[in-house]
């Protein structure tokens, strides 16, 4: 069955007029006068093809038709209603589902602090997060399975937009036992003969290259003694006596008492946290959250 042409604002002032049975009291309430209110009404009756109401002996009244359409006009007006306002909060990123990529040792920072005013802010938008080091965030950003990554030093990619939300120093990761940690500073360069515990270059290779390239500042070439794929376990590799480390300060959250955790010297390295996401997204919810990280980033 074909469907019918009908203008939404035919069947409001048709609600409208069902509902005050006057034609002055129904043009008023809809801000027109009345011979144009009169001709949307019968336009609307030649598209049902009988009259909607009965005019007789000056009074107005709903015909069989009228009181038949009346509870289907005031749905469609209803879903319409609702429609436009979902798709306006849509618009706007207070809607949707937003899938979110995150470095495990940002659950020691700043994650749980985004996430929480980020929900508190839009609590209809479903979060979803995924536990992911930095170059499967950068290939699911790429294969459209996530619409955020939150990574420590993203690599320059033109295909992704990364704007930093978070910057911390680095310390050295020590077994509480080493002579080191007695000390309140360690200089970089007294670590050159030991072991080190770190990520592996395949899953944040910018980060592992900014750890090498700190040594190397400090005049040495590090030996890698043991991979670990998550802070959480440099730190306890380091507890284990299988070497030493250096990691973002965020990992002094992990608390462990056989590892001591010391600044070093110079004190001025930083390790970044950004936000990416795909530089061709025009996802609102993208929006939303960065507004968010921005008024959430630490220093």
């Not at 750890?211 to 991979?227: M, S, T, V, Y």
Request: proline share 8%.
């Amino acid at each position: 069955m074909d469907r019918p042409e009908l203008a939404l604002h035919q069947l409001y002032a048709f609600t409208v007029l069902a509902e005050e049975l006057h034609f002055g009291h129904a043009a008023q309430r809809l801000g027109i006068a009345q011979p144009p209110l009169s001709q949307q009404i019968r336009r609307l009756e030649e598209k049902v093809g009988h009259p909607l109401f009965d005019r007789a002996s000056g009074r107005v009244a709903l015909t069989p038709a009228g009181r038949e359409l009346l509870p289907s006009a005031r749905r469609a007006l209803d879903e319409i209603a609702e429609g436009l306002e979902t798709a306006r909060r849509v618009g706007n990123g207070e809607v949707g589902r937003i899938r979110i990529g995150f470095a495990a040792s940002l659950a020691l920072t700043i994650l749980p602090v985004l996430l929480r005013a980020y929900r508190d802010r839009y609590p209809d938008v479903e979060t979803e997060i995924h536990e992911m080091t930095t170059a499967p965030q950068i290939s699911a950003l790429h294969e459209q399975g996530i619409d955020i990554g939150l990574l420590r030093e993203p690599p320059a990619d033109p295909g992704l937009v990364a704007e930093p939300i978070l910057s911390e120093k680095f310390v050295a990761v020590l077994p509480s036992g080493h002579p080191l940690a007695a000390e309140r500073v360690v200089p970089l360069v007294a670590l050159a003969n030991e072991p080190f515990v770190l990520l592996p270059r395949a899953t944040g290779p910018t980060l592992h290259d900014r750890i090498l390239g700190l040594c190397r500042d400090a005049g040495f070439e590090p030996r890698i003694g043991q991979p670990a794929v998550e802070w959480q376990t440099v730190a306890a590799l380091v507890e284990a006596g299988l070497g030493i480390s250096l990691a973002p300060a965020s990992i002094r959250r992990v608390r462990l008492g056989g590892v001591a955790y010391r600044a070093i010297e110079p004190n001025t390295a930083r390790t970044t946290v950004a936000m990416c996401w795909r530089r061709d997204d025009r996802n609102p919810l993208i929006r939303r959250f960065l507004d968010v990280a921005r008024r959430e980033s630490l220093e």
